[in-house]
């Protein structure tokens, strides 16, 4: 059994990394084998369009052909059982390099089939997936603003492409070290302080079940 974390934070330490480290602390509890990978650590790039991947009889049809730092990672992700992706939102969506990866992780496995076709997905088992994102809005803000249609799009295809699929939100979280030293007057550093302190711990319990309960159903 093992359980793969992406980080799509550039903060190894932060509001992201903490939620998956706690994902993976509860897939340990099982008895799983875990690994955090850290994204940004990483050197590569999004989708390059070379459709190696979707070529007749090539080599390379539904893999990635692209050799960079990514290649050995999406290697490891055909052993997962279940892999983890965490983000924080940045200006609406996920940062560039969760995007990044998330082009190079689905497209290869996304064949144009014919919406008719059973097989709509090219990887070769069923695993489980989760998204953690975290961010500064509140749930209110984030649905009157209408970018949790990204993560449900997200949701979407990581069912189609992996089996199952599901979300986990940490609102309003706390960004800055110290508030006092940036320009950052639209927050209540009280308000936050309260959150990360008794909110945030919650969300952590939650992160903790999700990967307990993807490493108890495999
Ligand atoms: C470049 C950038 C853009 C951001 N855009 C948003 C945004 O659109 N909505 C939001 O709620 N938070 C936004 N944030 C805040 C982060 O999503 C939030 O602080 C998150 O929890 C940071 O994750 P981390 O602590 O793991 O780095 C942004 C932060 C940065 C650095």
Sequence with gaps: MKV???????????????????????????GAETELIHLYELGFKGCISCFACKTKGG???????????????????LQADAIILGSPIYFGTVSGEMRSFMERLLFP????????DPRQSLFPKKIQTGFIYTMNVTEKQMKASEFDQHP????????????????????DTYQFEDYSKVVADR?????K??????????????????????????
């Design 109 to 116: 496995y996304r064949p144009y089939a014919d919406a008719r």
């Design 59 to 77: 080599q390379s049809y539904g893999r990635c052909a692209v050799k960079d730092d990514l290649r050995p990672i999406l290697e490891k992700v």
């Design 187 to 191: 927050y209540d550093v009280e308000h």
């Design 4 to 30: 793969i974390a992406f980080n799509g934070s550039p903060r190894k330490k932060w509001n992201t990394a903490t939620l998956l480290e706690k994902a993976l602390e509860g897939a340990a509890s099982q």
């Design 152 to 171: 449900h799009h997200n949701e979407k295809v990581l069912k189609l492409i992996f089996g199952s699929s599901e979300s986990l939100f940490s609102f």
């Design 193 to 218: 302080t309260k959150r990360r302190r008794q909110v945030f711990p919650i969300d952590c319990q939650k992160a903790f079940e999700m990967g307990a309960r993807f490493s108890k159903i495999n």
